[in-house]
């Protein structure tokens, strides 16, 4: 197996690069459809600490669906595990992340806490239990990333918010077979803001080691038990990708979650937490260039959980 080196990484950016030209950046939220196309980057955090990176790894974007895995991790430590999953599934969807076909035909369950639907019922919990869910996200991941000056894109989060008719749909559809306690508009601004989260490739990876190390973050403090961390990536490998999990199994084989900002973290339990960020999405909403660097290194390390 080659040594990590930033040079590594690198070679591995430039072989994808022409992939950055064929994605198609997500326009439905219009403020997304703001960043720059071609942009490309990469950060790894291994679990002892040390730090790779290249290309536009230090440029802050929204995580979009990123976000989906951190507030479930804040619900895990405010609710039971019943509590949690007699109102959102463990299943993958096979399904768009905002689809709402499912939804009605399983009575206002979603199917994981990944798509669209079961992050707004766990939005809708964090509402039920935290006084400020807005503020405690901010205090949750400046602490995860060891970073102090991370924030909400407003721009992006008024631009969800105006553009909201599906996701209110969904949030609408699930109060309507009980399964939504709060107002919808408050939940939806606390799950629009979750996703304008802005942070860049470091950040991420740093962040998300808490699931590399059986649920310790970088600075050692614990974030979840180990079998927390290790649910959170057997549901990230199922239902992570959303209707391309399958796929990106068979190519990547680690757990991941992404988001249309066209940023993935990747986890290769206890030895690595990796972002990628690339905004040309495939049809399904997934980073192009980023799955396609996500399974060179994969192939590359001849590590992956699978
Ligand atoms: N897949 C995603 O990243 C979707 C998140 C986006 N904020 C939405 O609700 O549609």
């Given at each position: 197996?080659?040594?990590?080196?930033?040079?590594?990484?690198?070679?591995?950016?430039?072989?994808?690069?022409?992939?950055?030209?064929?994605?198609?950046?997500?326009?439905?939220?219009?403020?997304?459809?703001?960043?720059?196309?071609?942009?490309?980057?990469?950060?790894?955090?291994?679990?002892?600490?040390?730090?790779?990176?290249?290309?536009?790894a230090q440029t802050r974007f929204s995580v979009q669906s990123i976000s989906k895995v951190l507030s479930l991790s804040v619900a895990l430590t405010r609710y039971s595990d019943d509590e949690i999953w007699q109102r959102v599934g463990k299943e993958p969807s096979g399904q768009p992340f905002n689809s709402l076909v499912q939804l009605e035909l399983e009575h206002g369950k979603p199917r994981n806490p990944f798509i669209n639907a079961g992050a707004l019922v766990v939005c809708?919990?964090?509402?039920?239990?935290?006084?400020?869910?807005?503020?405690?996200?901010?205090?949750?991941?400046?602490?995860?990333?060891?970073?102090?000056?991370?924030?909400?894109?407003?721009?992006?989060?008024?631009?969800?918010?105006?553009?909201?008719?599906?996701?209110?749909?969904?949030?609408?559809?699930?109060?309507?077979?009980?399964?939504?306690?709060?107002?919808?508009?408050?939940?939806?601004?606390?799950?629009?803001?979750?996703?304008?989260?802005?942070?860049?490739?470091?950040?991420?990876?740093?962040?998300?080691?808490?699931?590399?190390?059986?649920?310790?973050?970088?600075?050692?403090?614990?974030?979840?038990?180990?079998?927390?961390?290790?649910?959170?990536?057997?549901?990230?490998?199922?239902?992570?990708?959303?209707?391309?999990?399958?796929?990106?199994?068979?190519?990547?084989?680690?757990?991941?979650?992404?988001?249309?900002?066209?940023?993935?973290?990747?986890?290769?339990?206890?030895?690595?937490?990796?972002?990628?960020?690339?905004?040309?999405?495939?049809?399904?909403?997934?980073?192009?260039?980023?799955?396609?660097?996500?399974?060179?290194?994969?192939?590359?390390?001849?590590?992956?959980?699978?």
């Amino acid at each position: 197996m080659p040594e990590l080196s930033n040079a590594l990484l690198e070679t591995l950016l430039e072989q994808v690069r022409p992939l950055t030209a064929r994605g198609a950046v997500a326009s439905y939220i219009p403020a997304l459809a703001e960043v720059p196309a071609h942009a490309l980057g990469i950060a790894i955090v291994t679990s002892d600490g040390q730090l790779f990176q290249a290309g536009d790894a230090q440029t802050r974007f929204s995580v979009q669906s990123i976000s989906k895995v951190l507030s479930l991790s804040v619900a895990l430590t405010r609710y039971s595990d019943d509590e949690i999953w007699q109102r959102v599934g463990k299943e993958p969807s096979g399904q768009p992340f905002n689809s709402l076909v499912q939804l009605e035909l399983e009575h206002g369950k979603p199917r994981n806490p990944f798509i669209n639907a079961g992050a707004l019922v766990v939005c809708d919990m964090l509402e039920t239990r935290l006084t400020a869910p807005r503020q405690r996200m901010l205090e949750f991941i400046r602490q995860l990333s060891g970073t102090a000056d991370i924030n909400y894109d407003r721009h992006v989060a008024r631009s969800e918010y105006e553009h909201s008719a599906r996701n209110a749909a969904i949030a609408w559809l699930m109060k309507s077979f009980g399964n939504f306690h709060n107002d919808v508009s408050k939940v939806m601004q606390t799950y629009f803001h979750y996703c304008a989260l802005s942070m860049n490739c470091v950040e991420l990876a740093r962040s998300f080691v808490y699931l590399a190390n059986q649920g310790k973050a970088v600075d050692g403090t614990t974030i979840l038990t180990p079998r927390q961390a290790r649910q959170i990536n057997a549901l990230m490998i199922t239902s992570g990708m959303y209707d391309g999990a399958g796929e990106f199994a068979w190519r990547v084989g680690m757990p991941a979650k992404s988001g249309v900002g066209g940023g993935i973290i990747a986890v290769i339990p206890n030895k690595m937490s990796i972002a990628v960020w690339s905004p040309g999405l495939d049809a399904i909403g997934n980073s192009l260039a980023g799955t396609a660097v996500l399974e060179l290194l994969s192939e590359q390390l001849g590590s992956s959980v699978l």
